[in-house]
């Protein structure tokens, strides 16, 4: 009796194994990058008003999108409407941030680069599948390393760099793909982007 459980469970891990392996994806695809823009203009707002106090300087930031954000993303099944997974992850931004004094005189203008790298882990929700259709969801949340430059235009020497690690999310309620092995999908949400988009290959 024991060797036929043992027998039987064998058979079943290996059975969802190779479903889970066969029914794995991959996903390429693009964001338009814009929610941590605006979270890193007004990071770079709150931290300009505490040296405003002290020293009498504030900054503003007009930075725009360089490189949407890329990413690759890999979900494998552990039931018929659960998928977990990682996705990594990559954009970057310039533009111009402006140094004043207390009595609004232009103290320095500096050009800024700023990029990210992320990974994150996450899972897939499925509500509603039918045929080639599928309607879904996901929630994502892991860390990524940002790389921060600042060169004064008007001073060259005023030069800084910063890298640091920040907690990195996204969340997509709607999620709609249409495909078998090849697929095309749309997912809309908040986080690194506000609309993602791309292509599925299932494994």
Known sequence: MRKLL???????????NLKAQESSEISVGVGDGVTYELFFEFEGLINGLIPSITKGHYFTE?????????????????????KVG?????YAYK??????????????VYDVKRSAFVIMPGLD???YQRNKFKFY????????????EAKGTMN??????????????????????????????AEGGLGFSIVNAGVRFKL
């Open 6 to 16: 043992f027998a039987f469970l064998f058979t079943t891990l290996i059975n969802f």
């Open 125 to 127: 929700y499925t509500y």
């Open 137 to 148: 969801g996901n929630v994502m949340a892991g860390v990524g390393i940002t790389n921060s």
């Open 95 to 108: 533009g111009t941030s402006t140094e004043y004094s207390f009595n609004r005189e232009i103290y320095e």
């Open 86 to 90: 990682a996705q990594i992850g990559y």
């Open 62 to 82: 007009d930075v725009s999108v360089s490189t949407p954000y890329i990413f690759l993303d890999y979900r494998r099944p552990v039931s018929d409407r659960m």
């Open 156 to 185: 060259t020497s005023r030069y800084g760099e910063d890298n640091n690690v920040i907690f990195a999310f996204q969340v997509n309620p709607i999620g709609l793909s249409y495909g078998e092995n090849f697929k095309i999908f």
